[in-house]
């Protein structure tokens, strides 16, 4: 069963940095493209970054500028690092493989991990 391991989230001010991680299996951590998602209330999930095996990284508009993805081979573990958060960066944020490198998640989604940002 194929497992990603989503950390770090928490509650933070708006203006405040926050990183999460994402462990899973060096199998799949060295093949595939990574992809952190989010879901807030009433919405959609939706894909926020991504990088691929190779280190290629991509970005949603809305997060261009102040989020930062990266890999740590010796660990197998994906990171965002997000500063100047915004209270609608609020949501459940959770890992996965993004098909084609940038899609919907390949996997069963984990318990994410919850960003809320708020004064």
């Known amino acids: 069963q194929v497992q990603l391991v989503e950390s770090g989230g928490g509650l933070v001010q708006p203006g405040g940095s926050l990183r999460l991680s994402c462990e899973t299996s060096r199998s799949i951590f060295s093949v595939n493209a990574i992809g952190w998602y989010r879901q807030a209330p009433g919405n959609q999930r939706e894909l926020v970054a991504a990088?691929?095996?190779?280190?290629?990284?991509r970005y949603a508009d809305f997060v261009k500028g102040r989020f930062t993805i990266s890999r740590d081979s010796a660990k197998n573990t994906v990171y965002l690092q997000m500063n100047s958060l915004k209270p609608e960066d609020t949501a459940v944020y959770y890992c996965n493989v993004a098909d084609g490198g940038w899609g919907p998640g390949l996997y069963n989604w984990g318990q994410g991990t919850q960003v809320t940002v708020s004064s």
């Open positions: 990088i691929r095996s190779g280190g290629v990284t």
